[in-house]
């Protein structure tokens, strides 16, 4: 026979044969990794030791660039809203947000002035082509989509409602259009 806390914690995972509301997604708490696209519930993997690497060094040049002035650098989880009238909520990689306005508790509610994607296996398609018409919709100025595989970065700027897109190996250094004066160093971040 079930018992009473097996039956309820049964009741509060995601079932994935439905579509979920913004506001089902905000109850299964924090420690939940998962996106949703159009109330569609995409759980994501645990990131590789490489993606995290790659992660901690864009933040921290990022960070470092950012001490002092208004823009913040929030790494993942942080959840993306881009707008009210959609079911769909995105963790990016890392998200830079000059306009605290749009910040709420768990994430923004509008588009990041940047934002970083890190591909996985199980993400390449959704951050190539779901996330890059969304955010291109909304009006995201840079989005960024790094490579672990081939030490790539693509790098689309918003200009005229289109990205324009340009490509930088770890030989180079890629310059943040949304933050005038800062270069990553991408030695550094494809450094293993």
């Known amino acids: 026979m079930e018992n009473e806390k097996d039956k309820t914690v049964n009741e509060a995972?995601?079932?994935?044969?439905r579509l979920y509301t913004v506001d089902e997604y905000m109850t299964f708490?924090?420690?939940?990794?998962a996106e949703l696209y159009d109330g569609t519930l995409i759980v994501m993997d645990s990131p590789t030791r490489k993606h995290q690497g790659i992660l901690m060094e864009l933040s921290?040049?990022?960070h470092f660039f950012l001490k002092g002035k208004p823009c913040k650098v929030y790494p993942a989880p942080f959840g993306v809203r881009l707008t009210l009238n959609e079911e769909s909520i995105f963790e990016p990689d890392i998200v830079v947000?000059?306009?605290?306005?749009?910040?709420?508790e768990r994430g923004c509610l509008g588009a990041p002035d940047l934002i970083i994607e890190i591909l996985s296996p199980s993400t390449t398609r959704n951050d190539k082509k779901i996330k890059f018409k969304k955010f291109l919709q909304a009006g995201v100025r840079e989005y960024w989509?790094?490579?672990p595989e081939l030490d790539l970065l693509q790098v689309n700027i918003l200009e005229n409602n289109t990205y324009i897109t340009k490509i930088y190996d770890e030989n180079d250094t890629a310059p943040v259009t949304v933050l005038k004066g800062l270069e990553i160093d991408l030695a550094e971040v494809f450094a293993e």
Do not use: H, N, W
């Open 13 to 17: 995972q995601p079932k994935y044969d």
């Open 29 to 33: 708490g924090e420690d939940f990794r």
């Open 60 to 62: 921290a040049q990022i």
């Open 97 to 104: 947000i000059c306009d605290e306005s749009i910040l709420t």
């Open 145 to 147: 989509i790094v490579d």
